[in-house]
C-alpha cells in the first residue's frame, strides 16, 4: 500500500522499493520501466549498505558537523570519493580509514531480504524481475496486462518473488 501511494506522486514511469513501512528506493520519469527498476534498485542497495558494519563503525572526531557526517558516509558508501576527499574523511575519523570494497558491498547486498516492489504500470517484460531480484525483492505488485504476463509471473516463480496484479488472479 506505501509504494503504490507513494507512486502516485511520482512521475510515470515509477517503480519503488519498500521495507518495513518505509520506501527504500524510487525510480521515477525514465522512458523504461526496466531503467526505473535498476534506479530504485540502486537506490535501495545505497539505503542498506548505509547497515554495514563499516559504515556503522565509522567514528567520527567531535565537531565533525552531522551533515558532513551524513555526506562522507554516501561518499564512502557509494565508492566514488575522489582523492581529496578520502583525505578529509580520514582526518575527520578518530579512527584509520578502511574503504568499503566492491566485494564487500556485493555480499551485503546479497543479504537484502523482504523487499516489495511496486510498479505504476504493468511491467512488460521479466528483465524487470530479474533486475528486481538483484535487490533484494521478495514480493511484487504491479497492475497487470502486459501481453508477456506469462513471461513475468515466469520470471517471479524463478527467482522465489511472489506476485499480485490487478489483471492476473490465478497466480500464488
Known sequence: ???????????????????DGQMIGIGA?????VDCTKL????????YLRCHPKVLGLKFKAGVGKQDRINFRVGYIEGDLVPSEIVELGEALDQP??????????????????????SDGFLPFRDNVDHASKHGVSFIAQPGGSTRDDDVIAGCREHGIQ????QVHHVK
Open 97 to 118: 580509514l578502511e574503504l568499503l570494497t566492491d566485494e564487500e558491498k556485493r555480499a551485503w547486498v546479497k543479504t537484502l531480504r523482504g523487499v516489495s516492489l511496486t
Open 1 to 19: 500500500v506505501l509504494g503504490l501511494v507513494t507512486l502516485k506522486y511520482t512521475q510515470s514511469n515509477s517503480v519503488g522499493y519498500s521495507l
Open 40 to 47: 530504485a534498485g540502486g537506490k535501495a542497495d545505497i539505503w
Open 163 to 166: 506476485f499480485n496484479s490487478a
Open 29 to 33: 520519469g525514465q522512458q523504461s520501466r
